[in-house]
């Protein structure tokens, strides 16, 4: 089994997510850092310079897709203060243990004037609560990630002193029928099954 690897529900997945994260991915110049890397698919398809995983394997990935990586932990992020023009999560602050330090980290190293993206499921999604049951069900992946509301992710990104300066969503659509093509929505859609928070500091 796989994270939404290589069906073709996860290519359209990736797509649709893809098309929401744009809008707000953080400007240069300056580097931007994807935390979280895995595969490195988000970060080479939206053009940031540098990544960050603690896992080995899909930071290899990353390496073959053209980003610049480095193997570290979200809660202890190996550079300066203010260094960054942007930092981008996709998918995974429900795998990290401890997600308020992985944006309080993000938050120290980003520049005044950068931009951190974070792209979520919310729990008050009908695909976060599916994805939640799989994980309650064993399944490989979503078992060790814990989902939280889009209420949870906005108290947390402003506890990390970040206020929040847009958003949009897509997969408004149930996860039971056969997934079609989206227009990602401007702003924060109540149930939608992915959605791209943008902040600054
Ligand atoms: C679901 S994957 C998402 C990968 C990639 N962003 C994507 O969407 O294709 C979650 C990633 O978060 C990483 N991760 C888990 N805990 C982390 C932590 N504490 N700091 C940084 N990354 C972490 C995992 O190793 C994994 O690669």
Same mark, same amino acid.
């Given at each position: 089994?796989?994270?939404?690897?290589?069906?073709?529900?996860?290519?359209? /997945?990736?797509? /649709? $997510?893809?098309?929401?994260?744009? #809008?707000?991915?953080?400007? +240069?110049?300056?580097?931007?850092?994807?935390? &979280?890397? %895995?595969? &490195?698919?988000?970060?080479?398809?939206? %053009? !940031?310079?540098?990544?960050?995983?603690?896992?080995?394997? #899909?930071?290899?990935?990353? *390496? &073959?897709? @053209?980003?610049?990586?480095?193997?570290?932990?979200? $809660?202890?992020? #190996?550079?300066?203060?203010?260094?960054?023009?942007?930092?981008? =999560?996709?998918?995974? !602050?429900?795998? *990290?243990?401890?997600? *308020?330090?992985?944006?309080?980290?993000?938050?120290?190293?980003?520049?005044?004037? +950068?931009? !951190?993206?974070? %792209?979520?499921?919310?729990?008050?999604?009908?695909?976060?609560?599916?994805? $939640?049951?799989?994980?309650?069900? &064993?399944?490989? =992946?979503?078992?060790?990630?814990?989902?939280?509301?889009?209420?949870?992710?906005?108290?947390?990104?402003?506890? *990390?002193? !970040?206020?929040?300066? %847009? @958003?949009?969503?897509? /997969?408004?659509?149930?996860?039971?029928?056969?997934?079609?093509?989206?227009?990602?929505?401007?702003?924060?859609?109540?149930? @939608?099954?992915?959605?791209?928070?943008?902040?600054?500091?």
């Amino acid at each position: 089994m796989t994270y939404r690897g290589i069906s073709a529900l996860g290519r359209l /997945l990736f797509a /649709l $997510e893809l098309a929401c994260l744009r #809008p707000l991915v953080p400007p +240069g110049p300056g580097p931007r850092l994807e935390v &979280g890397v %895995g595969s &490195g698919r988000f970060a080479a398809a939206l %053009g !940031l310079e540098v990544s960050l995983d603690p896992a080995r394997a #899909p930071l290899r990935l990353a *390496a &073959g897709r @053209a980003v610049a990586v480095v193997q570290g932990a979200g $809660e202890q992020l #190996p550079f300066g203060d203010g260094t960054f023009a942007g930092v981008v =999560f996709v998918v995974t !602050l429900c795998f *990290a243990d401890d997600p *308020a330090a992985l944006l309080g980290e993000a938050r120290r190293i980003l520049a005044l004037s +950068g931009r !951190l993206l974070a %792209g979520v499921v919310p729990l008050d999604s009908a695909w976060g609560r599916r994805y $939640e049951a799989q994980g309650r069900a &064993g399944h490989p =992946f979503y078992q060790s990630a814990r989902f939280l509301t889009l209420a949870e992710h906005r108290r947390m990104l402003t506890g *990390a002193g !970040l206020t929040i300066t %847009g @958003a949009y969503s897509t /997969l408004t659509q149930a996860p039971s029928g056969e997934p079609v093509e989206e227009e990602a929505h401007d702003g924060a859609v109540p149930g @939608a099954g992915f959605v791209a928070l943008q902040a600054r500091p």
